[in-house]
């Protein structure tokens, strides 16, 4: 039997906050009718809703698979990750080591090396723009672009967000994102995203900034917008690597692709 213990971002129930760490509808329903779960040290058996920074302990037998193997070589592994799950965590639990990272609630592509040194040999890529990241989005709205967008970002550590701006400000680094529209509606807009570099929570908040937050991002997105929506999961998913000349041999000049279901059922033909 295995025990997790979390703390509740924003106001859901009981079924919604187990989903988003990667467990089904029905293994929620049966933590539920089973009393595995307790909320502020209180067994519960409803699916009852849950308020901000609640506890939640649950206790479970199996947990959900948090990834997929895309390419395990002799110095790099790549993952599809699932939502629930942090970088870290997953690196931990595979026993590699992190090159880059994806929010706990993004999936997609995501590069661990095996060893230090192909750690330090990756991220010296990725500073070098050696290797580039695409991805895709939903927004909310309307919203057609195909430019590079730059702004300006300020981590905020103790509240764990971070703000965007227009115009350099005291502590901000430089931001640059390519938005490029694949099909929009008056409702929603599907965009290919590349970060160039890439900051914490940078094209989620860049994009609420732009007026189209991410659908399902319950931290940069407004309230209204995640009830009419109904998602579970942020529509964010990192669906592309391509790789120079990063001196890895069994990476040198590939490329990587997935596709998420909500572009496959789009209709939209992608490159």
Not at 108 to 130: D, P, Y
Not at 246 to 268: A, Q, T
């Amino acid at each position: 039997m295995f025990k997790k213990v979390f703390y509740v971002s924003g106001s859901k129930k009981v079924t919604e906050a187990l989903t988003e760490l990667g467990f089904s509808y029905n293994e929620a329903l049966k933590m539920l009718r089973l009393k595995d779960v307790r909320v502020n040290g209180v067994k519960v058996n409803k699916d009852m809703l849950l308020s901000e920074k609640d506890e939640v302990t649950i206790f479970y037998q199996e947990g959900p698979k948090f990834y997929d193997t895309v390419f395990d070589g002799i110095e790099v592994l790549i993952v599809s990750k699932k939502v629930g799950i942090e970088t870290e965590e997953l690196a931990k639990l595979l026993n590699v080591f992190p090159v880059h990272r994806l929010d706990r609630n993004t999936e997609g592509l995501l590069i661990f090396a095996k060893t230090i040194s192909t750690q330090k040999l990756l991220e010296k890529a990725f500073k070098n723009h050696l290797i580039r990241k695409f991805y895709f989005a939903e927004v909310v709205g309307s919203f057609m672009a195909d430019k590079l967008f730059t702004a300006y970002l300020v981590k905020d550590a103790e509240r764990s967000l971070v703000k965007v701006y227009d115009k350099k400000v005291e502590g901000s680094k430089k931001i640059e994102t390519k938005i490029t529209t694949l099909k929009h509606s008056k409702e929603s807009s599907l965009l290919k995203v590349e970060i160039i570099g890439g900051k914490t929570h940078q094209i989620r908040a860049h994009l609420a900034h732009l007026g189209h937050a991410i659908i399902g991002d319950g931290k940069y997105g407004r309230r209204e917008d995640y009830k009419k929506f109904k998602c579970k999961y942020q529509r964010l998913f990192a669906y592309k690597l391509c790789f120079g000349d990063v001196g890895i041999e069994e990476l040198n000049g590939r490329e990587f692709k997935l596709l998420p279901d909500f572009i496959k059922d789009s209709g939209v033909v992608v490159e």
